[in-house]
């Protein structure tokens, strides 16, 4: 991390957060596992179904849910969380109009459109290469 700092580099945490464990316990290892710096960007909250979990809880209760975790991580970290949106789970779930944060949404190459907000973030494609580093990179657009 000091290297990282030293660079100039942004830096900050993504949680992926897991509809089949309670929030409370997700909160826990976020805030033991990741530490409140200064400097460090708001924390992401990604929002997508698993493989390893075929659960698909009722609207109401993924909402209860999510609202528990980031009142906790928030708490913690001091910022609001930004939700990294799948196009799946948001079409299932319609969390951005419901949940008030910046949204980061995906679509490779083209501009997403499938949230009730616009994105401050955007992966444009999650298999890019970059000269110097070894194997894919998500590019991530930013919009100011």
């Given at each position: 991390?000091e290297a ?13 957060f ?31 179904f ?7 809880p ?27 949106l799948s ?17 980061w ?7 997403p ?29 930013v919009?100011?």
């Amino acid at each position: 991390l000091e290297a990282v700092r030293e660079a100039g580099i942004r830096y900050g945490a993504l949680h992926r957060f897991d509809i089949c464990r309670l929030a409370t316990d997700q909160a826990t290892l976020f805030i033991t596992t990741v530490p409140r710096l200064n400097g460090a960007l708001p924390p992401a909250v990604e929002l997508d179904f698993s493989g390893s979990c075929t659960k698909r809880p009722d609207r109401a209760l993924i909402l209860s849910e999510l609202s528990t975790f980031l009142s906790q991580i928030e708490a913690h970290s001091g910022q609001p969380a930004i939700l990294l949106l799948s196009p799946d789970f948001e079409a299932a779930y319609k969390i951005s109009s419901e949940v008030d944060r910046n949204v980061w949404l995906e679509r490779t190459w083209m501009l997403p459109d499938y949230a009730a907000r616009p994105w401050v973030m955007w992966t444009a494609n999650r298999s890019r290469r970059v000269s110097g580093i070894d194997g894919r990179v998500r590019w991530v657009v930013v919009r100011k």
